[in-house]
């Protein structure tokens, strides 16, 4: 449910009066006669706190203020539109007219528009190509190799406001930027996270050809350059040049001196690639640290990192949406409706929306799943677009999308709410639309509301698709408390094949995650998984599917388990499957099964399950055959697409729950740049704090470099890309060949101390990695079997969590 409004009040915006869902401002005393029931929507808008008429009161004046702001959409190009804070909104002009509109953070209100003409005459040039506004800089970018920088003794942004640019005490200064002279090119803008760094970078287009010149070196070649910031003075640098056309480039806000880069290189015997690089800028050099292919089929036309910068959206001329994510090293390919030219992250990080050049709306989640949207009013009903440039009477384009952010609370999206956009046409109007959330959900927009408005509307499966695209080392708590909501809601429910398979998908996304789920978050929630694992058991064997709860008291081994099912069995007259639920109780130890774990009802679902109850079969893991049984498949949900090669479970080796539609890299080389060094990877761990760059780095490179080029081939990679539309959670069914691989899901993870003296805590486990290392001694030889075993080294060390524990790894196999 949407709600849109457009500021402004020009007769060029036509909204019915039974659009409930759409507002625009009226000047005093219009009147429409083709209108019946214009007066009760008015009132319907002054109860729902939405402006109607704009009031003129001083100091604000803010009806004469709008009128003046529309004038200015009118005749003059908007160069940037940017949300400074979740409450103000500041648009950049050609002429270098700055707009700053003042607004409520939670409902978009409007309450100040400010008109400040300062630098009127003062810029280098009127064909500005980019310009970036920031609370103690402006930057500016030209078309010409020029760029213009204002520096404020004052913050532009205080408690009373936005102050006029002539009352910071600005300096202006204009300079010569690197590059070939009189071309015109598209410059961009970027600013690091420290904000003493500014890269300016240009695309020279394909085919493109040189004049003579007799000294042509790398600084007229270069599209890439850097300069530092220092209080009024600028310094060059680094520069560079990126060989093919560069798409997107911009500083990483986690890591102030890493460059990431969007490439399309179109020269591959005419496929299209993109390649996305991260640079590395140390003593006054680009290095290419990594770099990742991924094949399109169609141009880029734009393409944006989300606020976590461990995914990015590509948004192709051939109406193709392509996700990549940096983690797990894959990527999501889905067909849209119609082409789009504009596309923004919800500060969220769980959707992206993008707009096409008639102002058509668009919605996706993390899996590629269509979000459905409508507008608030009598008869709508959800679509997978929304028409904005419906309610234009001239023919719209789309300048501008962007979504509400909150400034320095970009890296914790949870601590405000952020649910408006803005959408800019072309000489106007603007446009705000809003989301209202609701109070339970505290204006927040990530994945666990999502999850939860999936289930509420019985979109199970876009609820695991959803899931199932999360990472459990980056947002444990958010994936547990989804995989929570998924698992109880379908264990309220009737089970039967599809909520079945719907079940094993959504534990799936713990047990057979396709990134290895770190250590310390498998010690920390695998007790609570095990929870809803033993309930998925006690479900089972309410409708009487006692041949797959075999096969998960197997692997979730523990005693109580194979007692509950040997009862059963029992009453049931199951004489094959009551002897070997009896044997396999019996062959684990009592003293490894707390008693408030030996229950036989199954209507309890709150029991506990321990450590000792999830140790899996001792010896060689043989398991006994049951005879009469043939061999248990879960069959998929009729919805579910086949399309992934079938596999069968294995105790032996390690499977992946890997998302249907993903397409892992091909291949990975090592950096050989300065003498060899492990791959890097990218997105780093956000433990690593934004660091200021060392103080050898800010050097003005003055002289030519003729070997000034990228230094490193970094890491490539390979990721075709196939065609597949919505990303539903897919089981696979299992080929038995022996009774020994059959089998639910993989053991869980147990922590073995020696000896068992104290039971073991997540508060222990934190202690015990932060303590390790810190002890001082010999070391102890590790032991396995009666074996000794080498102590690990370098990055065998780094995988070591708990000194004198040991881990199992987790792997959940779903048949």
């Known amino acids: 449910m949407c709600e849109l409004q457009f500021w402004t009040m020009k007769d060029d915006v036509f909204i019915k009066d039974s659009d409930l869902g759409c507002f625009k401002l009226h000047d005093k005393g219009d009147t429409d006669l083709e209108e019946t029931y214009l007066d009760a929507k008015e009132e319907y808008a002054k109860v729902r706190d939405v402006m109607w008429t704009p009031s003129n009161r001083r100091p604000e004046r803010l009806r004469d203020s709008i009128k003046e702001f529309e ?138 050809v040189w004049p003579w010149m007799p000294s042509a070196s790398n600084r007229e070649r270069s599209n890439m350059v850097v300069y530092a910031l220092n209080g009024p003075n600028v310094e060059l ?12 480039a911009h500083f990483s806000q986690y890591q102030s001196n890493k460059l990431l880069t969007v490439e399309e290189d179109s020269s591959r015997g005419g496929s299209i690639a993109v390649d996305v690089c991260v640079y590395e800028l140390a003593k006054g050099k680009f290095e290419r640290v990594s770099m990742t292919s991924i094949s399109l089929q169609g141009r880029v036309v734009t393409s944006q990192w989300n606020n976590a910068e461990d995914k990015l959206i590509l948004l192709c001329d051939d109406a193709s949406l392509v996700l ?191 990134q290895p789920i770190p250590d310390l978050v498998v010690a920390e929630y695998g007790e609570r998984v095990g929870h809803l694992a033993r309930r998925f058991f006690h479900h089972l064997l309410r409708f009487e599917k006692l041949e797959k709860a075999f096969l998960l008291a197997v692997d ?75 061999p248990v498949q879960t069959m998929p949900p009729p919805n579910f697409s086949s399309c992934r090669p079938r596999a069968h479970t294995n105790l032996t080796s390690a499977s992946s729950h890997q998302l249907p539609g993903q397409h892992i890299a091909a291949s990975v080389s090592n950096v050989t740049s300065g003498g060899g060094s492990a791959s890097y990877r990218w997105p780093p761990s956000r433990a690593v704090p934004v660091t200021r760059a060392p103080e050898e780095d800010l050097i003005d490179l003055s002289d030519d470099y003729e070997d000034h080029e990228f230094t490193s081939d970094g890491i490539r990679l390979s990721v075709p890309v196939g065609v597949h539309h919505a990303l ?16 639910v899901i993989r053991p869980i993870p147990r922590i073995v101390r020696h000896p068992p003296e104290h039971p073991e805590t997540a508060q222990s486990l934190a202690v015990d990695v932060y303590n390790y290392g810190a002890e001082t001694g010999p070391a102890v030889p590790r032991r396995e079997n009666g074996l000794a075993v080498d102590p690990p080294t370098g990055e065998e060390q780094s995988e070591e969590i708990l000194q004198g524990q040991t881990i199992q790894c987790v792997h959940f196999g779903v048949v």
């Open 71 to 208: 004038d200015i959409l009118g005749t003059q190009k908007c160069i940037s539109l940017k949300w400074i804070t979740s409450g103000l909104l500041q648009l950049f002009f050609q002429s270098g007219t700055c707009a700053f509109l003042q607004v409520e953070p939670d409902n978009c209100k409007l309450q100040r528009v400010s008109i400040d003409r300062y630098l009127i005459g003062k810029l280098a040039s009127e064909h500005v190509s980019d310009a970036m506004l920031e609370s103690r800089c402006l930057l500016v970018a030209y078309y010409e190799p020029k760029m213009t920088y204002v520096c404020f003794s004052k913050s532009l942004t205080g408690s009373e406001g936005v102050r006029k640019l002539s009352s910071v005490d600005p300096r202006v200064v204009t300079f010569d930027v690197l590059g070939l002279t009189g071309r015109r090119l598209e410059r961009k803008l970027s600013l690091n996270s420290l904000k003493d760094w500014v890269l300016t970078w240009w695309s020279v287009g394909e085919g493109e």
């Open 237 to 248: 640098l680094t520069y560079g040049r990126v060989d093919k056309t560069p798409v997107l």
């Open 324 to 514: 990549y994510d940096a983690v797990r090293q894959t990527t999501h390919f889905t067909r849209t409706s119609f082409v789009g030219v504009d596309i923004t992250w919800h500060p969220g990080g769980s959707v992206v929306f993008f707009a096409s050049e008639e102002g058509q709306l668009q919605c996706f989640d993390t899996a590629l799943s269509t979000i459905q949207l409508k507008l608030a009013g009598e008869s709508s009903n959800p679509t997978s677009s929304l028409n904005i440039g419906s309610y234009v009477r001239h023919r719209p384009i789309l300048s501008y999308l962007s979504w509400q952010t909150s400034g320095d609370s970009l890296r914790l999206p949870a601590s405000s709410a952020t649910n408006c956009a803005a959408l800019l046409f072309d000489s106007g109007p603007l446009a705000v639309l809003k989301l209202p959330l609701g109070l339970l959900t505290r204006g927040q927009l990530g994945p666990l509301e999502l999850v939860s408005q999936y289930l509420k509307h019985t979109q199970v499966d876009e609820a695991i698709c959803l899931l199932l695209s999360l990472d459990w080392g980056r947002l444990a708590e958010q994936c547990f408390l989804c995989l929570s909501k998924v698992a109880n809601f379908l264990l309220r429910k009737p089970l039967d094949s599809n909520r079945e398979a719907q079940l094993e998908a959504a534990l799936g996304s713990f047990y057979g995650p396709a």
């Open 556 to 630: 979730l081994g523990c005693r109580d388990l194979f007692l509950d099912l040997h009862h059963l069995a029992t009453r049931k007259g199951e004489n094959a499957l009551m002897e070997v639920a009896l044997r396999r109780a019996n062959a684990l130890k009592p003293n490894r099964v707390l008693s408030d774990c030996d229950s036989a009802d199954f209507n309890d679902s709150s029991s506990e399950l321990t450590d000792d109850c999830c140790s899996s079969d001792e010896g060689n893991g043989a398991r006994c055959a049951i005879p009469g049984i043939s």
């Open 728 to 743: 539903p959670p897919r089981t696979v069914a299992a080929v038995v060949t022996t009774p020994t691989q059959r089998s």
